[in-house]
T-cell receptor
Framework: GENVEQHPSTLSVQEGDSAVIKCTYS??????FPWYKQELGKRPQLIID?????GEKKDQRIAVTLNKTAKHFSLHITETQPEDSAVYFC?????????????FGQGTILTVHP | SAVISQKPSRDICQRGTSLTIQCQVD?????MFWYRQQPGQSLTLIAT?????????ESGFVIDKFPISRPNLTFSTLTVSNMSPEDSSIYLC??????????FGQGTRLTVV
């Protein structure tokens, strides 16, 4: 099965700083790489995703970069705001015949201090 | 997008009893997934539920403990059987919409006493 490692486990930044979270995976068949944000007591919600044929994708302050050769992808948040404080999960799919099955990383607790 | 209604939202149950969690989707979907999120932890896939076939369970999860029904393309249930305190978790159903994006129900917070 897929092994997913996410780092760091906690990240504390000042408002306006950038935050970067890295996710490494093991299954070379994975071809879909999403990031989910989970606020306290809420359900996970997709914030950005990328497919294996693309190296980078950006959506306003959020970007995801993918290095398929090295099997890692990263979440970049610029100009952080207190409302960015949450737990972030990477969740690469299993690929192939296991389409749709996501393996979640351990999560990163991001705290943005005003 | 997909709107998922999951219930109950929370429950406190006695050990040895069973709880059935329902998941209703506002559109027809082929695949539904059930996840468990233990307190302060990540999400772990329990099983994949496809309409018209037996659910597929992940390593460490068995049908006798977590029986699943999928009677149609908009509905599924997960039963947590013979519960123990170790089953205290949040259980979430999920569906794929727009091809790949996973949407989650609001979760069922289960406490076993």
């Amino acid at each position: 099965g897929e092994n997913v490692e996410q780092h760091p486990s906690t990240l504390s930044v000042q408002e306006g700083d950038s935050a970067v979270i890295k996710c490494t995976y093991s299954d070379s068949a994975s071809n879909y790489f999403p990031w989910y944000k989970q606020e306290l007591g809420k359900r996970p919600q997709l914030i950005i995703d990328i497919r294996s044929n693309v190296g980078e994708k950006k959506d306003q302050r959020i970007a995801v970069t993918l290095n398929k050769t090295a099997k890692h992808f990263s979440l970049h948040i610029t100009e952080t705001q207190p409302e960015d404080s949450a737990v972030y999960f990477c969740a690469p799919d299993a690929g192939g015949t296991s389409y749709g099955k996501l393996t979640f990383g351990q999560g990163t607790i991001l705290t943005v201090h005003p | 997008s997909a709107v998922i209604s999951q219930k109950p939202s929370r429950d406190i149950c006695q050990r040895g009893t069973s709880l059935t969690i329902q998941c209703q989707v506002d559109s027809q979907v082929t695949m539904m997934f059930w996840y468990r999120q233990q307190p302060g932890q990540s999400l772990t896939l329990i099983a994949t539920a496809n309409q018209g076939s037996e659910a597929t369970y992940e390593s460490g999860f068995v049908i006798d403990k977590f029986p699943i029904s999928r009677p149609n393309l908009t509905f599924s249930t997960l039963t947590v059987s013979n519960m123990s305190p170790e089953d205290s978790s949040i259980y979430l159903c999920s569906v794929l919409a727009t091809g790949t994006e996973a949407f989650f129900g609001q979760g069922t917070r289960l406490t076993v006493v």
